[in-house]
């Protein structure tokens, strides 16, 4: 892999995980245009964790107040901390299920859904939940405090879908977050929070794929850039969706959807 190419993936990695665009299906689509097939998922997992870097570098004072406030309600009874206890139990459920029924929707996952064709439709199906929650569907208010069990449980279902290629795990939480009747705050917060544990499960799973081998099949210095743009356009990605979320503008992201949609569909 040559530095230009570490770079635009790092790039396309970046920028699009947390843009309700679907990463996966851009870097498939990467992969394709640079005439690469990377065999299981170890070079896109290697991209997420600088994903996961700089979420837990962004919220790192949040992460702090929710792990803290987990142990103080649960070893003391700080009635203070209860909110942060109870919202850790919902990143926990989100997780497990998403971990649960993500397994099983993976081992149906063949080869056919990340064709271009396949791709092109699910980010249809993006674009149309996108404009729907926007346009069609009031924003709801409830906050972090307010925040119930089966809002949880909505969100680690639409979590889940983004198992397919083309479906994108940051629009399907915020999608969902937004249709159970949380805020606009609340709901990227929780998007963003679930990114970890769900990225890190998937590490673990891949680290076998994660060999000696795979750093020298690619070449460690392009893979060192590949991870160092990935984490500086994430970054960049964290602050753009939220820019966009207040400003109402998830439809303009829906019409970028429909058009590589179609554009995958057509070429």
Known sequence: MSYLEALIFGFIQGITEFL???????????????????????????????????????????????????????????QAEKINFYFSIYIIIATFITGFLGLLLKRAVTDYMKTPTFMGFALFITAIFLIFIERFHDYGKRTTSQMKYSDSIIVGLGQTLAVLPGISRS?????????????????????????????????????????????????TGPLLLSFLSSFVFSIIGIIWLINILKKSRLVYLAIYCFFIGTMLIIF
């Open 20 to 78: 309700p665009v679907s990463s996966t299906a851009h870097i498939i689509i990467t992969e394709h245009l640079f005439g690469y097939d990377f065999p299981g998922l170890a070079f896109e997992i290697y991209l997420h964790l600088a994903s996961i870097l700089a979420v837990i570098l962004f919220f790192i004072k949040d992460i702090y107040i929710i792990i803290k406030g987990f142990f103080k309600f649960l070893l003391y009874r700080d």
């Open 171 to 219: 629009g399907a939480t915020i999608v969902s977050g937004l249709w159970a009747g949380l805020s606009r705050e609340t709901t990227v917060r929780y998007s963003f929070l679930l990114l970890i544990p769900v990225i890190l499960g998937s590490t673990v799973l891949s680290l076998e794929e994660m060999t000696t081998g795979f750093f020298l099949e690619l070449g």
